[in-house]
């Protein structure tokens, strides 16, 4: 079992920027790749960005690239997600989820956060 918390979402207005963590415990952080995921209201759950268990390789969604920065720490057990220029169509929950095998398909991620909110004003 990989238990996940993620925190720093809140209200930011166009252009601010955030920085998301999200806190792992359980089995060894290390052996999982890591996604950020987000779902705003009526839409469907997306992908926003991955990371392998090293790090050495990171993959983003279209509409968030140039814009997010996915990063881990895996001494502290933590995945970062730094968003900046943020636009009001970011707004949503993001979680973050763990997975043994890099991918994009949020079927394929084993355990999951509760989310944190991060909402954009225009």
């Known amino acids: 079992q990989v238990q996940l918390v993620e925190s720093g979402g809140g209200l930011v207005q166009a252009g601010g920027s955030l920085r998301l963590s999200c806190a792992a415990s359980?089995?060894?952080?290390?052996?999982?790749?890591m996604g950020w995921f987000r779902q705003a209201p009526g839409k469907e759950r997306e992908f926003v960005a991955a990371?392998?268990?090293?790090?050495?390789?990171?993959y983003y969604a279209d509409s968030v690239k140039g814009r997010f920065t996915i990063s881990r720490d895996n001494a502290k057990n933590t995945v970062y997600l730094q968003m900046n220029s943020l636009k009001p169509e970011d707004t949503a929950v993001y979680y973050c989820?763990?997975?043994?095998?890099?991918?994009?398909?949020?079927?394929?991620?084993?355990?999951w956060g509760q989310g944190t909110q991060v909402t954009v004003s225009s």
């Open positions: 990371i392998t268990r090293s790090g050495g390789r990171l």
């Open positions: 989820a763990a997975t043994p095998s890099f991918t994009v398909v949020p079927e394929r991620y084993d355990y």
């Open positions: 359980g089995r060894t952080f290390s052996a999982y790749a």
